[in-house]
């Protein structure tokens, strides 16, 4: 009785020791965006504009913003960040309305893995610890609020669906519309990549024989129902991603496969503003295929039994096949790879995995957790020191009018004038988080230029259209090349809408030297007064000669 009453206990000290290792790094994963004025991403500061823009549309002082933005009306996706900062920015500033949307994923996205590994096999749930690297990814420092919120809600869908396999209630059925209802509100693909996964375990319910006890089904009548689970589980994503790419596409299959698996070995889902993070995201990986191989070569037939087998398959046939950009959207493929990694984890924690196995992956997945947290705290640090100089200039704003942010360098400058982030554009956007704070009319918000987003340009009214120039010829992203290449003149002509502002962001000794570049402060220099310049020189900020039309 006494080695039973020690073994229980000792059982007990590891689950506590578990709970209260995964509480900390959950309260330590909030460091990052809370000990810097803002969290650099991409697309953040677009998402705030539009929270601004949704806040105050029906305002009696913001015309301009009616004369130029129109709401999309309907049901669509892609809007849940936006409608939650327009609802935090009524009690919060505007920087905490967004930090409060990256702060319900911090806290939602740990919390959502632990919860389906609790639910598929409660003692592993010690491999939640090995979902935080995944937590500072690619998509979130680009500002993809929408796609990094429906991460938890995915899961929380597949871990209930799970729990109630074997009836399905009433009430059942309404928690698991409303959790598919919020999950398409925030983005499409992870709607899509759950109708798929929970059509596995649909088509595994099908062809599970039932009734039987392990003595009357051999291994060998097991696998074939195993293959057939996993073959109609690949067919469709792989007939889909064929079809799409057509036959004048074929030729550039195996160059896109050699190029995407390197991609998710190193697993560059996870590399977003310095060097060292390729060095952390290989780790990761490595740690996840590596106990994946393990498993597949200790229990083979596990392995193939899995139920996450073919959900695993299926993500992982479309992260080699789909294309980068799909029904409008771009980026595809790096969203696509934290899919394949995160149904590993689970794939991992759905079967009988060894003592000594869970305290590597535990320790391994708790160090490489810290080690991407010191990273990413330390990029956003370094970020925000240029951040803050072109914010600086807001001071100099008087009044609501309309601005125009034309930035040169979106990657940062540093003083030896190296690029100060790898991959992700922190400075892209700069101009919506002070269109924000200060109720300016941004006109280069780019999520009015598509189709996937809460607002859209009036028709007529789009500075991509009527501003944006590439060699005299007008395309949609002559406001975000590099350098930026517009006409200011063209626009007021074309719409009758003055540029009140226009904010020069991170312009080069190089640059100034181009002719595009000396014909934009030509037209500058003659329609526009230079109002204020930052300490560090990284923004200057032009007002509107006041001047009858």
């Not at 330590?28 to 105050?56: E, K, R, S």
């Not at 996706?77 to 920015?89: A, D, F, G, K």
């Not at 949307?101 to 996205?109: A, C, K, P, Q, R």
Request: proline residues 5%; aromatic residues 10%.
């Amino acid at each position: 009785m006494k080695p039973e009453n020690s073994k229980q206990s000792t059982e007990y000290r590891r689950v506590d020791f578990g709970n209260w290792l995964f509480a900390g790094l959950l309260v330590c994963y909030f460091l990052p965006i809370l000990i810097v004025d803002v969290v650099p991403t991409q697309d953040g500061p677009a998402h705030m504009d539009t929270a601004g823009i949704l806040a105050t549309y029906q305002h009696p002082d913001r015309s301009r913003v009616r004369d130029i933005f129109e709401i999309r009306s309907g049901v669509h996706s892609n809007r849940v960040s936006q409608l939650l900062m327009t609802v935090w920015m009524t009690c919060l500033p505007v920087d905490w309305a967004e930090k409060f949307v990256i702060g319900l994923y911090l806290i939602l996205f740990p919390i959502s893995v632990r919860y389906v590994i609790r639910r598929i096999r409660p003692e592993n749930d010690i491999l939640s610890i090995a979902a935080f690297p995944l937590v500072y990814n690619y998509s979130l420092n680009m500002g993809f609020y929408n796609f990094v919120l429906s991460l938890p809600l995915l899961l929380f869908l597949l871990g209930y669906c799970l729990s109630c396999r074997s009836q399905l209630r009433t009430r059942d059925v309404i928690v698991v519309g409303m959790l598919a209802t919020a999950l398409y509100a925030c983005h499409i693909m992870s709607f899509v990549m759950a109708v798929i996964a929970l059509a596995t375990f649909v088509v595994q319910r099908i062809v599970d024989v039932r009734g039987s006890s392990p003595s009357d089904v051999c291994v060998a009548s097991r696998i074939p129902r195993s293959l057939i689970v996993i073959l109609a589980a690949t067919a469709v994503p792989l007939y889909i991603c064929l079809l799409y790419a057509g036959a004048e596409h074929t030729a550039i299959i195996c160059d896109t496969l050699g190029r995407r698996i390197p991609y998710l070995v190193v697993n560059t889902a996870l590399v977003s503003f310095s060097p060292l993070e390729i060095i952390t995201a290989a780790a990761t990986s490595g740690l996840v295929w590596g106990a994946v191989i393990q498993q597949s070569c200790t229990n083979p037939w596990v392995s193939i039994r899995n139920r996450w087998t073919p959900v695993a398959l299926s993500f992982l046939a479309i992260y080699l096949l789909a294309p980068d950009q799909f029904f409008g959207g771009s980026m595809i493929n790096p969203r696509l790879a934290l899919f394949v990694i995160l149904v590993s984890i689970l794939w991992l924690a759905d079967q009988p995995i060894a003592r000594s196995m869970k305290r590597i992956l535990m320790c391994s997945g708790c160090g490489l957790s810290v080690l991407s947290l010191l990273l990413t705290a330390t990029n956003y640090n370094r970020l925000n020191a240029q951040l803050r100089d072109i914010a600086s200039v807001s001071e100099s704003f008087d009044g609501t009018g309309t601005l125009v942010s034309l930035v040169f360098s979106p990657h940062g400058v540093g003083t030896t004038g190296e690029r100060l982030s790898l991959r992700v554009k922190p400075f892209l956007h700069a101009g919506g988080r002070l269109a924000a704070r200060c109720g300016l009319t941004n006109l280069r918000n780019y999520q009015a230029n598509t189709d996937h987003f809460p607002i859209r340009y009036r028709t007529g009214f789009s500075p991509y259209r009527h501003m944006g120039l590439l060699d005299g010829v007008v395309p949609h992203n002559g406001l975000e090349s590099v350098p930026p290449l517009v006409d200011l003149g063209r626009y007021r002509m074309a719409t009758q809408c003055d540029v009140d502002y226009v904010l020069v962001v991170l312009l080069t000794p190089e640059q100034e030297r181009l002719k595009p570049v000396q014909k934009l402060f030509r037209h500058l220099q003659a329609e526009y007064v230079l109002v204020d310049v930052s300490p560090a020189g990284a923004a200057r900020l032009y007002r509107r000669l006041r001047q009858d039309r």
